[in-house]
């Protein structure tokens, strides 16, 4: 059989994945002739063979391919067997992509919220920022009785709440509201934007706050 052919028929059994392969050609003849013609793919020689590292990235396999051809081409016969192969190790399970973190439903944020407030916040203006734009609107009205306002900057909606009484909703009606959302599917990050802790509202609904030029 031709060199090129049993090279064919040795390279139909190897693994999908296999990455390196040695062979061993043995001349039926002059063995100093076939090493000349293999000359290029560097053979070593152990006893009566002659032994080849074949690589399979880039062009290895083709350019084996072309000197057993010349082998056959200057009809110089021999054996050729697979001494060994190496395989690619198998890919494991893919690393899981890193995700961000789960968010709460938005009234477990109100709750977790409220935990790293100081007991005795009296003020605080939070603001929503929602998933998607188009749950702007209906976030708004589910919302109404925070009374929100829209930040121009952001997809996202802003209210203020009081923890004790005062201009801003109580946390219940907070908690309630963000409720009515997270039923309708809207998401969304919560945050404080600013808190005011231990205030006396003497004669007055609470603070003013000025953000970006307006009374909030």
């Not at 404080?192 to 004669?203: C, M, P, Q, R």
Request: negative net charge; proline residues 9%; glycine residues 8%.
């Amino acid at each position: 059989m031709r060199a090129v052919d049993q090279w064919a028929a040795i390279e139909d059994g190897l693994p999908e994945t296999w990455s390196e392969a040695r062979l061993a050609f043995e001349p039926e003849g002059d063995m100093s002739g076939a090493a000349a013609i293999l000359a290029p793919l560097g053979p070593g020689r152990a006893a009566e063979e002659l032994l080849i590292h074949l690589t399979r990235a880039g062009s290895g396999a083709e350019r084996l391919r072309n000197a057993l051809g010349r082998l056959d081409t200057r009809r110089v016969w021999g054996t050729l067997r697979l001494v060994d192969v190496q395989v690619e190790p198998e890919a494991g399970p893919r690393p899981a992509e890193a995700r961000a973190p789960r968010r709460p439903p938005l009234p477990e944020a109100w709750d977790a919220l409220q935990e790293q407030l100081p007991p005795d916040w009296s003020d605080v203006l939070c603001e929503l920022e929602l998933d998607s734009s188009d749950h702007v609107p209906r976030a708004a009205l589910l919302g109404a009785p925070l009374n929100p306002t829209r930040n121009p900057e952001a997809v996202a909606l802003r209210f203020r709440a009081s923890g004790k009484y005062g201009y801003g909703a109580s946390p219940t009606m907070v908690r309630r509201c963000l409720a009515r959302m997270e039923a309708e599917g809207l998401t969304g990050r919560l945050s404080v934007v600013i808190e005011l802790s231990g205030a006396d509202k003497a004669h007055t609904q609470g603070p003013v706050w000025r953000v970006a030029g307006r009374s909030v």
